[in-house]
């Protein structure tokens, strides 16, 4: 130990009064003079602890310059510009939601950007109590939320049913590669089906292939119109591009002629304009307003409610020779079309002349619990032939545009989706039964408060158009009758001999049946319809379950087995119950390509983009057509 005087110490010399001076100089030579006043201990002392400061700042140093990095980028580096965020799950799917948001484009073969253009809302008001009511912060709903109250039950949108599509990006090899398969041989049924039609009815409306000639029902080919979209989203280049040119040389509506209003809008109108949206050529938009513009005179009746039939040549029309009314289906079936048309071309008279139909409709006596009879009057717009309810023809597409306007139009027109509901609560009420033995759920008739176990193969639509409102977020029971209705549709077709369904069938309900489908003689034939390959793929599209590619891939193998023709072309069968003769009608109808083929694709597709369903709804005819774009 040192002695006292050589002990380390720090000793302060005040300096006098008046001496302390500020100036730069001055603290330099203070400073050092301190510094020189201490010990080395202490030097070193302090010389150890700024040296260790330095390394715990070097040490820390990449994480302040992360945050001051972060902190520069969040500012300046987009520019304003949202980041790109992947695998965002879709939330719209409420009960009285906005638009669907738009989604990043991605390069794939199918629809370019949309022709789109601004459409004004339509706000419908006047709900009757114990029906449809729109909620908001104005009259008691919590936050401003949306929420519709239906018979009591409450559905806000956090509570609207999850049905979105399934990332199918991990699909394995093997999945993939056998859905490639199934989707070159639906391809390959369409070949053999143009090759017929080419051959033998270039031109012309259907196909004979039995007979290798062709049938006329306008004269204005309407097969090659109805395929042209079925074409191109099969990739089909080659056979699209003959397609356009025939269009482009041939297709001529300056004819004295008589067409079925809603024929020519569901195949023609709609046809041309789902062409045109997904190929952008302009082509087809003229030829649509051509066609939309000669079926107007339709509308020009006392009640508005549109005739039957329109000479597209001469501009007049006229109901059918054996009545004067119009079939709900015709006349409500023609509105997507009709509304696309007017928003496309910026004229409102299309949108206007159907919309006042639909409202006329919708507030007319003979309903019952939402169901509508089959026939209208031209004259005084009333039903006629009152107390008959079926899902079936002459009523069937009434409902499907119900709810199909609905979406099309950004889910603000109300009283369609207050008729759609009440309609499914009247299906569920007045029509919906189960089978014997296997407790199938079918959709029979009413008529006069007697009930008939009678099912349309055209009520097949049903499961799709039920599964696709349960999408948009309606009640999630829709979704569950769905499933159980499309598995009826499929036992439709398994039950019978040949593998394919019957026009008609009857379902037993006695105790000891059997065999729960039944058909008559009158109602064996088969048409090559599409209603369950439709419904089976939009349950797909929601669901994912593989059972329902199965069943349609047994459906289109029955299909070439018993009406594949050699010679080019498939045609419709009379007896679906006999397997040496199913007797072929020889006949082509032009929804084979322009609806089922379409269908079969869509199903077997593993791309939930390719027409997506979020961007697209189907016309009655398989036609997409898009979504509106939110109004300005």
């Known amino acids: 130990m040192l002695p006292p005087s050589k002990r380390d110490f720090v000793s302060l010399t005040l300096g006098e009064s008046g001496s302390y001076s500020n100036s730069k100089q001055w603290r330099r030579q203070s400073c050092w003079r301190k510094w020189k006043q201490l010990s080395r201990l202490q030097r070193s002392l302090i010389l150890f602890t700024l040296m260790l400061l330095l390394v715990c700042g070097i040490a820390t140093s990449p994480t302040l310059i992360g945050h001051w990095r972060d902190g520069v980028v969040g500012e300046n580096a987009y520019d304003g510009k949202q980041p790109f965020v992947v695998n965002l799950k879709n939330e719209y799917r409420s009960i009285l939601p906005e638009p669907p948001s738009e989604k990043k484009n991605t390069h794939r073969r199918g629809p370019p950007v949309l022709q789109n253009r601004s459409q004004t809302k339509t706000n419908v008001s006047g709900v009757e109590n114990n029906m449809l009511e729109l909620k908001n912060a104005a009259n008691g709903s919590e936050g401003g939320k949306k929420i519709i109250s239906w018979r009591g039950a409450v559905i806000e949108e956090e509570q609207a049913s999850d049905t979105d599509t399934k990332d199918t990006d991990k699909e394995d090899p093997a999945s993939l590669a056998l859905a490639e398969s199934r989707l070159e041989a639906v391809r390959e049924a369409f070949r053999h089906a143009w090759k017929g039609y080419k051959n033998f009815a270039w031109g012309h409306d259907e196909l004979k292939p039995i007979s290798k000639s062709y049938g006329e029902w306008f004269g204005l080919g309407l097969t090659l119109i109805d395929a042209l979209d079925t074409m191109w989203i099969m990739d089909l280049k080659e056979e699209f591009a003959e397609a356009r040119q025939w269009v482009a040389k041939e297709l001529s509506f300056d004819k004295n002629v008589d067409v079925n209003l809603f024929e020519s809008t569901i195949r023609i109108l709609g046809g041309l304009l789902s062409t045109y949206h997904l190929t952008g050529d302009s082509l087809f938009l003229e030829k649509a307003k051509d066609i939309g513009s ?339």
């Not at 069938?505 to 064996?524: C, L, P, W, Y």
Request: proline share 6%; with cysteine; charged share 20%.
């Open 294 to 632: 000669r079926l107007m005179p339709a509308f020009n009746t006392a009640s508005k409610i549109p005739y039957s039939d329109v000479n597209i040549g001469k501009g007049t029309a006229h109901p059918p020779q054996w009545t004067s009314d119009s079939t709900v289906a015709e006349v409500t079936s023609i509105q997507l079309e009709f509304r696309e048309l007017s928003r496309i071309t910026g004229d409102p008279k299309y949108k206007l002349a159907v919309m006042e139909v639909m409202r006329q409709v919708h507030k007319l006596d003979g309903k019952q619990d939402g169901l509508v009879p089959m026939f209208i009057n031209t004259n005084n717009g009333l039903f006629t032939h009152q107390g008959i309810y079926t899902l079936g023809a002459r009523a069937d597409s009434y409902y499907e545009y119900l709810l199909k306007q609905w979406i099309q139009g950004g889910r603000t027109e109300n009283e369609l989706l207050e008729d759609y509901l009440q309609a499914v609560e009247g299906v569920k009420k007045n029509l919906l039964k189960k089978s014997t033995p296997l407790g199938l759920t079918f959709v029979g008739e009413l008529s006069h408060g007697h009930f008939s176990p009678k099912m349309d193969h055209l009520v097949c639509f049903l499961p799709g158009t039920l599964a696709l409102g349960a999408h948009y977020g309606l009640p999630a029971d829709h979704m569950e009758l769905a499933k159980q209705l499309i598995e009826t549709c499929y036992q439709m077709y398994a039950q019978m001999e040949t593998g394919l369904s019957p026009e008609i069938a009857h379902f037993n309900m006695h105790e000891g049946s059997t065999q729960d489908v039944d058909v008559k003689i009158a109602d064996r034939h088969n048409l090559l319809r599409p209603e369950t390959v439709e419904s089976l793929f939009y349950l797909y599209r929601f669901t994912k379950d593989k059972k329902y590619q199965q069943w349609g891939w047994e459906i289109l193998q029955n299909f070439n087995k018993y009406t594949r023709v050699a010679s080019g072309g498939y045609t419709s069968i009379n007896n679906v119950r006999d397997l040496a003769n199913p007797n072929p009608r020889d006949k082509m109808e032009s929804f084979f390509l322009g609806e089922t083929l379409k269908y079969f694709y869509l199903l077997f597709s593993e791309d939930p983009k390719l027409i997506s369903l979020d961007k697209y709804v189907f016309n009655t005819e398989a036609h997409p057509l898009p979504l509106w774009p939110p109004a300005d």
